[in-house]
């Protein structure tokens, strides 16, 4: 379990009603934001302290890894500069009856904080700048302690609950082929391998084994229990590059699961990354290896670029 800070003040009615955390993946000009980077460390059974206009108002407890997801469009005007496709977790939220300002109690508080990423100034004033950090364990307990019996019933009663983490997007990705089948300027059989491609299947798969002749992780090659997966996801890619035989990796299932959702991903020298967030007795039954490095072999020049975004975009393992 970890402890996390959460900045809440323009958003915090639409995402306590629907129960998540959402953030762009990019500052306005494209640069990387560690706050949003933060996001992509979150895993079920964390505790979430939410800080609304100087008082933490809710505790909550994440429900799910982080996934791509588009702006939720509750959001409106709200953050109109944020880009439309960003990070999102699911939170099971629980609104406080003592909020507690933070300031009041400043002069407890002020020997935990951390000298980076720091939710609170020393004035006892909320650090605007930031969206999500993390707090060191001591931080949190004395937090909850402040806020009393009621913190502390909810940190050791909530539940993470079973549920699809990613439940949008597959919605999303259906969206995309729904208008993709609607635009004219494409011919009848390029939308078929265009749609066909989301599945590691048709012509992209065609290409992909021109290139791979196996799953690098399980070594299985026969091509009926193999998928073509994209390394850009075809949610991110443009129609050439969802063709692109270079921007796939022929992966059984599960392991196409695996790197498609960020609980893996590849090096440039071909090491595997392992999330840092992952199950590890699971991906273990997977066939992934955690007792040591492994090394999958060298990959063409498109398919290093196309990783480089896996690892950039995809991976749950912030990069700061």
Known sequence: MRYWWVNQNQTFRQEQKGGYLWSPKRNADGGKNHFYEAMREVAPGDVIFAFVDTFIAAIGMAQSYCWESPKPTEFGTVGQYWSNVGWKVRVHFHRLDNRIRPKDHIDILKPLLPNKYSPLQK????????????????????LAGIIGVEAKTLIHGLQVKPKQANDDLDYWESRMESEIDRDVSISETQKEAIIRARRGQGLFKQRVMEIEKGCRITGVSNPVHLRASHCKPWRDATNEERLDGENGLLLTPSIDHLFDRGFIGFGSDGTLIISPVVHQPSIERMGITTTGPVNVGSFTKGQSRFLEFHRDMVLLKSRQ
Request: charged share 20%; proline share 0%; no cysteine.
């Open 123 to 142: 004035s006892g004033n909320g650090n605007q700048g930031i969206y999500l950090t993390e707090l060191e364990k001591d931080l949190a307990l004395v």
